[in-house]
């Protein structure tokens, strides 16, 4: 009984429920670990008596919560101040404001950001802690918008180095707003990955979310490059027709996309380009960039200086270098000044061309520009976790509990930022991974959003059946990214497909947050709309986070589907596509090369005729839907005609904005990821083509019939 008690306080969940209706309750030595991993021992009686004489000790007798959260219409819960407690306020700019007696809703008046609070009681107690004060809202997209949704690697030009750069996305971005009218361009996360070879192809398993990866870079764009000279000028142009051979192996060969090749290239490009002299003006521009980001910049660039001498995985450095602040590290900063210098350079030429990219799409009229994906966590022996070690959950793991369509769980690798420290710390972590993120956006997409509440914590060794969930302070949470989507003018879209618990949806539709609502997910699950949006038990996400998996057509094999939503019944505050990068492309859905595929490697989750049989019938169920509603005039068997009708759908839903799957405007058949295989399907590493499996460049993407007969409609629809 007291360690159930003991696991409430600390937000841990001792039970947690599979499906509809049931129960499971959370095993006894899960509590155990998961309060170890908050500090917390729990391991027997006495330990649990100690523990929570500590609690009411600490933070049952606390003046003040570890942060403060206000917002307009809605103070902060003071009530455990003793009467006549005064309140001070020190402002993040700098001023004071004296509140006099305890009066919560004054807080409610300052100005928005983060501020300090202190509170001195009749007695003397004093306390302070960080106030946080937010808007009410997230901005709203501005009108309603469609644009595209692209895995940035993907999409290759004939001027890129084997993948699709930062000079793409500009020119994408460029192009699309002005001859297609496109309002947006949302990308996979660009964040640092953990270097190899052999590198994690994954965008969702990064070392750092807070800085992006230099491999996206267009060396050519960068200023330094008209300097070079001499063997310098040689060498870079030997690197230069390498990085075309490179390219035209993905384009005219099959090859697959090569990221760790298309580093070595671009890595001795940018030591080549490290080594010209910076011009005045950009010289002053860097050292502005090196004083904005401070001591996380430094951190960044120091774990990487260090991972180039003794390897990625921090946690096998050698004794003194795994604590950032240590002597031995301080040392070893100091004579890697150098490579710490390089590092810090790249990241600052790489938000360059994000903001060059950003004013691109503003430029061609987007009213959204680019939307940034925030991944929900970073690989265990990464920059960030070596930097902020405090912060996240030592010998845990993030993942899915089991549930109706997976009973064994998942486990994504991914430790989670510990609730307790990011509140101690007034959320600062999590406040500049935000700002980063949001400074050259203009919405932010975040995968995994109900993760802003909970999360699935597993212990290490253990199978994913054996964790529990973990609560984070969700209002702190969202005020937060209030506050930062704020200052930055930008939208946020949350990805919330999959096992989403009551409230968690209302939550976010209050805050502005938009949800994600995929074609083939939105039925009614649960005898009634619910939401607009009824994919609460119906779509989960499969071996990884963002991941999202189509319920079966008829689930039981007896009785119909559940019924499809009209477009009426659809919520206005969303993001409507038809596909996503970890589901099988529109013509993969319509040809059935999608079963035939899971078939090949083995996936299907039944006897592949009645896999196929499923396939037909949600498949005839749809067309029949578009028919009936008079969006297939061209009628049924005709593919392309088929990938307009569902947009045309689209179209018909109150959606803010819709997005179109790049690959999709070319009837591309292959997905990008293939959700439960590692080595046996490509993922992460193809480029976009069309039906036949050739690659399409950007300059062939920009010429394509098919891609402006599709792009068209949405024109129109939208007019």
């Not at 899960?30 to 391991?43: F, I, K, Q, R, Y």
């Not at 070392?207 to 063997?231: C, N």
């Not at 010209?276 to 003006?281: A, C, M, T, Y």
């Not at 996936?603 to 049989?613: I, K, N, T």
Request: charge should be negative; include cysteine; proline fraction near 8%.
């Amino acid at each position: 009984m007291g360690r159930a008690r003991l696991a409430r306080l600390h937000g841990i969940a001792t039970s947690y429920a599979p499906s509809p209706g049931k129960s499971v309750q959370t095993a006894d030595d899960t509590v155990v670990a998961v309060l170890a991993a908050l500090g917390v021992d729990a391991s027997t009686p006495h330990a649990v008596r100690s523990a929570l004489a500590a609690y009411e000790d600490g933070a049952g007798r606390a003046l003040l919560p570890h942060t403060v959260v206000a917002r307009p219409d809605r103070p902060p819960d003071l009530t455990g101040l003793p009467e006549g407690t005064a309140l001070r306020v020190e402002t993040e700019g700098g001023g004071t404001a004296d509140l006099g007696a305890t009066d919560p809703a004054a807080l409610t008046r300052l100005p928005l950001g983060i501020h300090v609070l202190e509170a001195q009681t009749p007695g003397g107690r004093t306390a302070r802690a960080p106030l946080i004060v937010a808007p009410d809202r997230v901005p709203a997209p501005p009108g309603r918008s469609h644009g595209f949704l692209v895995q940035l690697y993907s999409l290759l030009s004939r001027r890129s180095w084997g993948m699709g750069d930062l000079g793409d996305l500009a020119d994408l971005a460029a192009w699309s707003g002005r001859a297609l009218g496109t309002g947006f361009v949302q990308l996979n996360p660009l964040h640092a990955a953990v270097p190899g070879p052999p590198t994690d192809p994954s965008p969702y398993r990064p070392s750092s979310r807070r800085f992006p990866d230099p491999v996206h870079l267009r060396i050519e764009h960068i200023p330094e490059y008209a300097d070079l000279a001499g063997t310098a000028r040689l060498r870079a142009d030997e690197l230069a027709a390498r990085a075309h051979t490179l390219r035209s192996e993905v384009l005219e060969r099959g090859a697959l996309i090569d990221r760790d090749a298309v580093w070595a290239l671009k890595r001795e490009a940018l030591e080549l380009l490290w080594a010209v002299p910076l011009s005045p003006g950009r010289r002053a521009a860097y050292c502005d960039f090196l004083a904005e980001q401070g001591q996380a910049l430094e951190d960044h660039a120091t774990w990487c200086a260090i991972a180039e001498r003794h390897g990625p995985d921090w946690r096998g450095w050698p004794d003194g270098l795994c604590d950032p602040r240590s002597p031995g590290t301080a040392r070893l900063r100091h004579r890697l000044l150098d490579r710490i210098d390089f590092h810090c350079r790249l990241a600052w030429l790489t938000d360059q061309q994000l903001a060059a990219a950003q004013r691109a799409a503003r430029d061609a009229g987007m009213a959204i520009g680019l939307v940034h994906d925030l991944a929900v966590g970073v690989h265990p022996s990464g920059a960030d976790t070596w930097a902020q070690q405090d912060a996240f959950a030592a010998g845990m793991s993030i993942g899915a509990p089991p549930d109706a369509f997976n009973a064994r769980g998942q486990d994504w690798g991914l430790p989670p930022w510990r609730p307790d420290a990011l509140a101690a710390a007034g959320y600062a972590p999590y406040r500049e991974l935000l700002r980063g993120l949001l400074r050259h956006a203009g919405a932010l997409r975040i995968d995994h959003v109900m993760g802003l509440f909970r999360l699935w914590w597993v212990p290490e060794g253990r199978p994913p059946t054996e964790g529990a969930y973990v609560r984070y302070d969700g209002e702190a949470m969202l005020s937060v990214l209030a506050l930062e989507a704020q200052r930055a003018g930008a939208a946020v879209i949350g990805e919330d497909l999959g096992t989403v618990e009551p409230g968690v949806r209302d939550a976010l539709a209050a805050r502005g947050v938009l949800g994600t609502s995929v074609l083939w997910f939105e039925r009614d699950y649960g005898g009634g709309v619910r939401d607009a949006a009824p994919r609460a038990e119906a779509a989960e996400a499969v071996d990884g986070p963002g991941a999202a998996r189509a319920p079966e057509a008829v689930p039981d094999g007896s009785g119909a589907a559940a019924r499809i939503l009209a477009p009426g019944e659809w919520r206005s505050g969303c993001l409507a596509t038809v596909t996503t990068h970890d589901l099988p492309t529109t013509a993969a859905r319509l040809t059935g090369a999608d079963v035939a595929l899971r078939e090949r490697l083995g996936l299907l989750a039944g006897p592949p005729e009645r896999e196929r049989s499923r396939a037909t019938y949600e498949l005839a169920e749809w067309m029949g839907e578009l028919v009936r509603r008079g969006l297939l005039p061209e009628g049924q068997g005709d593919e392309e005609a088929a990938v307009k009708a569902v947009h045309r759908f689209l179209l018909r839903t109150p959606a803010r904005m819709v997005g179109v799957w790049l690959p999709d405007a070319v009837g591309d058949r292959r997905p990008q990821n293939l959700p439960g295989t590692w080595d046996e399907y490509p993922n992460w590493r193809l480029p976009i083509a069309g039906p036949d499996g050739r690659p399409h460049t950007l300059e062939e993407l920009a010429a394509s019939p098919r891609l402006h007969a599709l792009m068209r409609e949405l024109s129109n629809g939208k007019r």
